[in-house]
């Protein structure tokens, strides 16, 4: 069954042969058993490295191959109908096969012919975050990748991020980490359900304290909502085909706003864009926050700056340290530095002992300390300590 649903393979009249599409009848699948299929990649990647590009984003990477049989997928035994049908398949033959590892390694040889050039995965599978580290550890395998581990979580929990880094210690990959993309409702909908900026910032926070390479999706430095999309003007056909009264992936993928004036908020000179502005993105934009000290705009740019100033958040290791409940605890270090970052999940005021000394990096919502070795967290609260 396709993504984005009905069967995977269409009649074609012209060729009198069906064919194999993972995702849209217009995105038909290459056939990577054939080795000048495989050579044509290369010569198309080898194109652009030529012209300088800085390396790819490969997108669901893990697909390129199928069992060579086209052998049925296996059902899933579901306790309710799954929303598409694609989830009724466990998918065994057509996604994660072993030769897409040799491919991946042909494209990073490649790849590596050329200074300071980058490849990066969107690896979707079940289970994710073993299938990321498959992709990514070893010289023959791409420099990073990204899961939908972060990307299809409904709760920010710290047992979710914690597992996400307590998964990659000692791997001898690199992840890549993101709270949302053009696939998924917007993560300020998605994972900040109370509404309150706050809380943004704290997910943001900890998005940025992570180990590994991080996205930041368009408009999240601004704490965007989900848009609301009128089912006429919706684009995306899976949007429009899986189509239950919310905007989907549209939701996502509505103008960013530069300015809370103007027809389309500073995006265009003109009123009419691909997707329709959500007026309520206007008090968001980026020239509203400029300059606030307290905007998520500008708390973003200082994790930004933090992060760049910090070998142990942009090279260091991760170690998940012991907290009560609803907070998430873990320590980055790095040559000698050694950073805690500390942040309260659940909306509820917690205590963390900070175990003596320690200089405040960044903080979130008033955290503070109440003696020479707690630190009290308000809800959502959280810091970036340097231990002395």
């Known amino acids: 069954m396709a993504v984005f649903g009905g069967p995977s393979w269409t009649w074609s009249p012209r060729r009198r042969q069906y064919y194999l599409h993972n995702f849209l009848t217009e995105q038909p699948d290459l056939n990577y058993w054939n080795p000048d299929v495989q050579d044509a990649i290369l010569d198309v990647a080898r194109f652009w490295l030529d012209r300088g590009v800085d390396g790819f984003r490969l997108d669901v990477i893990n697909f390129i191959f199928h069992d060579r049989d086209l052998a049925d997928n296996p059902p899933v035994d ?6 598409m049908p694609t989830l009724f398949q466990k998918h065994v033959h057509d996604r994660s096969r072993p030769q897409a590892l040799a491919f991946v390694a042909r494209l990073r040889g490649l790849t590596d012919r050329y200074d300071d050039r980058m490849t990066v995965g969107e690896i979707v599978d079940d289970p994710p975050l073993v ?4 992709y990514t550890c070893g010289p023959d395998r791409l420099h990073t990748a990204y899961s939908f581990f972060l990307l299809a979580a ?3 929990t710290p047992e979710l991020f914690a597992e996400a880094l307590t998964s990659w210690a000692g ?3 690199w992840p890549s980490w993101s709270l949302g993309n053009h696939d998924v409702e917007r993560f ?3 994972l900040a359900g109370s509404g309150d900026p706050t809380q943004v910032k704290t997910l943001l926070a900890v998005l940025l304290t992570l180990r590994g390479t991080i996205f930041l999706y368009q408009g999240e430095e601004l704490g965007l909502r989900q848009a609301k999309v009128p089912f006429e003007a919706l684009r995306d056909p899976f949007a429009i085909a899986e189509y239950t ?7 996502a993928r509505t103008p960013m706003p530069w300015s809370p004036d103007g027809p389309s908020a ?3 000179t003109t009123a009419a864009t691909w997707l329709p502005l959500d007026p309520m993105h206007r008090p968001l934009a980026v020239a509203a926050q400029e300059g606030d000290p307290t905007s998520v705009l500008e708390f973003v740019r200082g994790l930004i700056l933090l992060r760049r100033s910090s070998a142990a958040l942009r090279l260091g290791d991760a170690k998940v340290l012991a907290a009560g409940p609803g907070v998430l605890a873990f320590e980055r270090s790095w040559a000698g530095e050694r950073l805690v970052c500390v942040f309260e999940l659940r909306g509820s005021e917690a205590e963390f002992p900070i175990g003596g000394a320690a200089e405040f990096l960044s903080v979130v919502s008033g955290a503070e300390r109440i003696d020479a070795g707690v630190l009290r967290l308000p809800p959502y609260g959280g810091a970036v300590l340097r231990r002395e």
């Not at 299938?131 to 498959?134: A, G, N, S, V, Y």
């Open 266 to 268: 500073g995006f265009s």
């Open 154 to 156: 409904k709760a920010a």
């Open 188 to 190: 300020a909908s998605r």
């Open 171 to 173: 791997a001898v990959g």
């Open 78 to 83: 579901l306790k309710r109908p799954a929303a």
């Open 131 to 134: 299938r990321q580290l498959e």
């Open 245 to 251: 009264g919310g905007s989907g992936r549209d939701g």
